[in-house]
Each structure stands twice: as C-alpha cells, then as structure tokens.
C-alpha cells in the first residue's frame, strides 16, 4: 500500500490563480479529510468527506471546494488563491472516520501565493 | 468555543523523561490524542485515550489525563534522539475525527 499520497509536495501561484491539490488513498478508507497547518497554530480542518458523494465543512472552509467522486480520490481546489491560504495542507484518511480508528496522514503540500 | 494549548518547547537529554503538556477547554471532547510530526512529514498517530480514562501506557509513553482540570500530558521514558519531532494534542469534539489541534511542542532531544 502506498498509503496516503499527495501532488504536488511544492506549489507557487499568484493572486488569483486556481490550482487542485490531489488526495489519494488505497487502503480503502471512506473518510477522508482537508487541514492546513499555519506556523504557531495547531491543524485546522478545511473540509471532510464521510464516503463518496458526500462532503462537509470543516473549521475553515471559505475559498476552498472539494468532491468525492470516488473512494479513494478527495481533491481541495482553491478556485482563486489568496495570500492568506498560503500554508502546508495535509490530507487525511481513516477506515470510518470513527474515533478510535487510526488517522493515517499525507507528506503535505506546501502552497504559497504570491 | 474549542482551543487546546501547549508549551512551545521542550529539551531533554537523551534517557531523560519528557513530559509534554496540554490543556484543553471543551468538557464534552470525547477522545483525546497525541501526533508526531517528524521535519517535512505528516502527522503521526501515537497514542489517545478515552475522556473516561485517568491513565494509558503505551510500551515507553504513558498518557494521563486529569478532567477535572482539562489537562493532558505524555511522558515519554527513556527519551531518544529519534524522539525529537513536534507533538501535537488534539481532541475530537463531534466525532468523525473532527479534530482540533493544539499548537504543537517541539521536542528537542541533545546527545
């Protein structure tokens, strides 16, 4: 199993620029989850999705949109970058999302807008 | 509203304990985890304990939890080089692994 891997590991936009961080997992998980890591601030989770076909807000979701057409895709698109969503993001799956399973993480995907 | 706190930083010298501290503010946080995150990785699972625990030993880790006083810590035994990393709290507030994140302690482990 490859586990939890994320595209790009480095990304550099401008103001106004979209892009697609890619999520994909092949354990098999249906939840599957967004956070972005600021400096001197904990994880903070942006989206979450529960099994295919059916997403929810996290903490901070504003200037983010995701999907899940598949089990073991999640993608986070930024529709117009911002400064401010300069960050490290991480992606995260588990079997159920219950508490007591196990929450395997990315690498990360270190973004920052100009 | 939820926020979890935790010392910035802690050094140790290798075979020392280490004993990193948190403290939460939602009582109705259901379990409580601690994550390492070793330099330009991810999170890692180390251990967590249900709200309705005092204590759980995990081989050199021993989490203790006190309600009362909304205070988490982990003790590490016999601490490492390979330990030093940053080491997040979290705790899940509505289930579905909602998690809310303390700031992290970075553990610096010297020869």
């Known amino acids: 199993n ?14 106004g620029q979209s892009m697609t961080l890619q999520c994909a997992q092949d354990m098999n998980h249906e939840y ?4 972005r890591q ?34 073991e895709d999640f ?3 930024l529709l117009s970058a911002a400064p401010s969503q300069t960050s490290v993001y991480f992606c995260a799956s588990s079997l159920r999302g219950r508490d007591t399973d196990t929450q395997y993480f990315g690498p990360g995907t270190r973004l920052t807008v100009l | 509203g939820e926020d979890v706190e935790q010392s910035l930083f802690l050094s140790v010298r290798e075979g020392d304990s280490s004993v ?41 880790l021993t989490v ?8 988490l ?7 490492q080089t390979g330990d030093s990393a940053i080491y997040f709290c979290a705790e899940s ?19």
């Open chain 1, 2 to 15: 490859a586990g939890v891997t994320q595209t790009p590991k480095f990304q550099v936009l401008k103001t």
């Open chain 2, 64 to 71: 203790l939890l006190n309600k009362k006083d909304k205070h």
């Open chain 2, 93 to 111: 507030i509505q289930g579905f692994q909602k998690l809310v994140f303390g700031t992290g302690t970075r553990l610096l482990v010297s020869p």
């Open chain 1, 75 to 77: 993608p986070l698109r």
């Open chain 2, 20 to 60: 990193i501290n948190c403290t939460y503010t939602d009582s109705s946080s259901t379990y409580l985890y601690w994550y390492k995150q070793e330099p330009g990785a991810g999170l890692q699972l180390l251990t967590y304990i249900f709200s309705n625990m005092d204590m759980k030993q995990d081989q050199r």
């Open chain 1, 38 to 71: 600021d400096p001197g601030m904990g994880l903070r989770l942006i989206h979450y999705s529960v099994g295919a076909g059916i997403t929810d807000q996290g903490e901070v979701p504003n200037g983010y949109n995701v999907s899940r057409s598949t089990t």
């Open chain 2, 73 to 79: 810590s982990l003790r590490i035994a016999d601490t």
């Open chain 1, 32 to 35: 599957m989850s967004w956070y």
